[in-house]
């Protein structure tokens, strides 16, 4: 508990936390200030009651009024603080945490689930928040009054009030015993809360999913059984308390039980005064309610505990993949690619296998392969989301290690078939990489990637809203906003995954032609299964089960009658059983039409 409470105070800013500092000590102040009204009841049944005597009773009651509003005025200024304080820690807390997340890997998102950073930056973050701004005040509230109640009552009458907290040490063990079975049932309904929430956030994004295939029952059902189970743990937890709470409870009421009929005897044996006996009565409570709240406050702070140390893992965690210490800068990317030997394999499976290739500044690599064979985890390479298990990949003579991340990945356009578009304009989707584009620019990547027509005939035109995850728009329209995004970086390497698989042969054509007259020099990598994408590459590769199984150009691949002449002749409708010599085979393909259907 001690490291998280260090933990929050770190990111506290320092005039808070004198702030902070302040509002305990006023909480202390004002459990003194709970004993000055006990202290006036003695007098005025004492000196004015039993004796008779109705001077004091105005002052007294005057007094018993101003220490009563000032008590609560305080304890208001108490509550803003904390509150400002809590506030500010949590503010500092989520704009770190979410800067973490930005520049965590690929390696990181892998292996956490989106509902559950979502559970990390909300209502674990809230519990830090609650700490602060109420569990933290509240013990020292219960113990300070327990503390001053128990000296003054001693004062008064030591043995009355041994009797009275004798009861102490039970309630401690018992305590003691609840807080030692509770934590492990806290942390298990932390991770069913991650469930359902991860369960709803997968609903939510999958949505038209579940609609196309009639699932909604079924992802009722699914929601239910998390929801169900998040409800039984958090009632597991609640049973447990309340399995100790009836104890407690009569324990507290035995306290009040002894202060009034021990009390009663030492008023008769002349051992106390009814005025003391007052004290004893108006402070009982005092000495009992901490107990009370013991309980719940140990459920506060274990789920605080357990949530924190979430939020912690998240704040102390750090990627593998960072700017190495002596990274070389560069200015603008030249394009030139070197694979030597690669091979790469995630969580001890092979991906990749001796990958070896090179491609000067300017040429065009086109990689084909079935599904599974590693051809997006080479630009997942080449970009260093994952560091290669064994090899080396070199851009512009120097290796993507010895890079820095930001100079890699800004000269590198990435467009893929899985499109995210941000919910912005079709301007701020296509400026996203460079912000400083101006409204021709964006117009111009927007013509050369066939999106400046159904843009501008959007209902508010480059301004329109276009939804989360482009929402609206078709998935040849997203392919197109995201290629102009991706040429709109002016990058040294464009990367197309599949870029064109959603849009049609004569589309196709004129992004190629497009792509060929570029306003800056680049070297683009292109994966598709289209032959119409590839044929005019400099190098074609063949990836099979993570190895290249074929390599040259259209017309050399053709003629060694491998996948790449398969797909071929699939895509043409040229039956493969037909006897073509490698010449012909070569010459119809040179001479084939560029349209195809994909596979």
């Known amino acids: 508990m001690r490291k998280q409470f260090a933990w929050l105070w770190k990111n506290m800013d320092a005039p808070f936390r004198r702030r902070h500092v302040i509002a305990l000590c006023v909480c202390a102040f004002t459990c003194l200030l709970l004993l000055v009204n006990p202290a006036l009841s003695q007098r005025l049944i004492d000196d004015v009651i039993v004796a008779g005597n109705p001077k004091p009773l105005l002052s007294i009651l005057a007094v018993m009024l101003v220490v009563k509003l000032g008590r609560e005025g305080l304890r208001y200024m108490m509550v803003i603080f904390l509150e400002k304080d809590s506030q500010n820690v949590v503010f500092n ?199 009370r709240e013991l309980g719940n406050l140990i459920n506060d702070l274990q789920r605080f505990s357990t949530s924190a140390a979430k939020v912690m893992e998240l704040y102390y965690g750090t990627p593998s993949i960072v700017d190495a210490p002596d990274a070389v800068a560069h200015e603008r990317m030249q394009g030139k690619i070197e694979f030597d030997h690669v091979s790469f394999r995630f969580d001890t499976k092979p991906i990749l296998t001796d990958v070896s290739f090179s491609v000067q500044p300017g040429q065009t690599v086109a990689v084909m392969g079935p599904t599974g064979s590693g051809k997006t985890t080479l630009i997942h390479l080449l970009a260093r989301f994952y560091d290669v298990s064994e090899g080396a990949i070199q851009v512009d003579d120097c290796d993507v290690k010895q890079w820095k991340l930001s ?25 996203f990489g460079d912000q400083s584009l ?52 002016r990058p040294g390497i464009l990367i197309m995954d599949d870029t064109t ?45 993570g190895k290249i199984t074929e390599r040259g150009t259209h017309s050399e691949l053709l003629a060694k009658r491998g996948y790449y002449w398969q797909t071929y002749c699939l895509q043409y409708g040229i039956p493969m059983d037909e006897e073509q010599s490698t010449a012909s085979g070569s010459n119809s393909a040179v001479g084939a039409p560029a349209a195809g259907m994909g596979v």
């Open 93 to 291: 807390l989520r704009r770190r945490l979410f800067s973490k997340m930005q520049y965590n890997d690929m390696a990181f998102f892998d292996t956490h689930r989106t509902g559950d950073l979502m559970t990390r930056m909300s209502a674990d973050l809230d519990w830090c928040r609650h700490f602060l701004s109420y569990i933290d005040y509240r013990i020292i509230d219960a113990v300070c009054t327990f503390l001053f109640a128990t000296i003054y009552l001693l004062l008064v009458n030591w043995k009355l009030t041994l009797l009275l907290i004798i009861i102490t040490p039970i309630l401690l063990l018992i305590t003691k015993f609840f807080s030692r079975h509770v934590r492990p049932r806290f942390v298990f309904m932390r991770e069913k809360l991650s469930e359902m929430n991860t369960a709803a956030q997968e609903n939510i994004a999958g949505n038209r999913v579940v609609k196309a295939f009639a699932r909604e029952e079924y992802e009722k059902e699914r929601f239910e059984q998390k929801n169900q189970a998040f409800m039984d743990s958090h009632l597991r937890i609640n049973k447990l308390w309340l399995t100790f709470f009836p104890i407690i409870e009569l324990l507290v009421n035995a306290i009040q039980l002894v202060t009034v009929f021990v009390g009663g005897l030492f008023i008769i044996r002349g051992e106390l005064t009814p005025g003391e006996l007052a004290i004893f009565t108006g402070l009982s409570w005092a000495v009992s309610n901490p107990m």
């Open 501 to 545: 698989s959603a849009v049609d042969s004569e589309t196709e054509q004129y992004i190629q032609d497009q792509l060929r007259h570029l306003p800056y020099e680049c070297t683009k990598f292109i994966i598709a299964q289209r032959i119409s994408s590839m044929r005019d590459a400099d190098l074609i590769l063949v990836l099979q089960d």
């Open 438 to 489: 101006t409204q021709e620019d964006v117009m111009d990547f927007a013509r050369r990637a066939d999106a400046a027509e159904f843009a501008e005939k959007l209902p508010e035109g480059y301004d329109t809203i276009i939804g989360e995850r482009g929402v609206g728009l078709s998935g040849g329209q997203r392919q197109r906003i995201a290629l102009a995004r991706a040429m709109a970086v």
């Open 407 to 431: 100079e890699l990945r800004g000269g590198i356009g990435t467009a893929t078939q899985d499109v995210f578009l941000f919910s912005d304009t079709v301007e701020g989707n296509i400026a």
